[in-house]
């Protein structure tokens, strides 16, 4: 009977570890799904070069730096993206995070 017990409870601990295990594999695997990383796409032109700053194939803002010229950024507009308003400076916040530093 003793030996029936030891095998049931180890029987249990290893099926847990597995169930624990897939748990774990599986929201991972949701969880890289949903990519969130942002895409800039450089563009050139003959008399300016343009930074498409996306994030999940939705333009959040254009970068325009002229040949000749100060820098401006193109932001859209309400929900279509077909409308743009110049500004001169950038509205993306882009996290400055110090994870490490020896």
Known sequence: MAIYSIANE????????WLLMAAIFSSASTWAADPVEPSIVIR???DKTYYEYSINGEVREIKVVPKV?????LVPVG???????RQTQSNL??????????
């Open 10 to 17: 180890f029987t249990m601990k290893s099926f847990h570890a």
């Open 44 to 46: 050139h032109s003959e």
């Open 69 to 73: 010229g100060p820098v401006y950024y």
């Open 79 to 85: 929900e279509d993206n077909e409308e743009f308003k």
């Open 93 to 102: 916040v882009v996290p400055k995070w110090v994870i490490f530093r020896w």
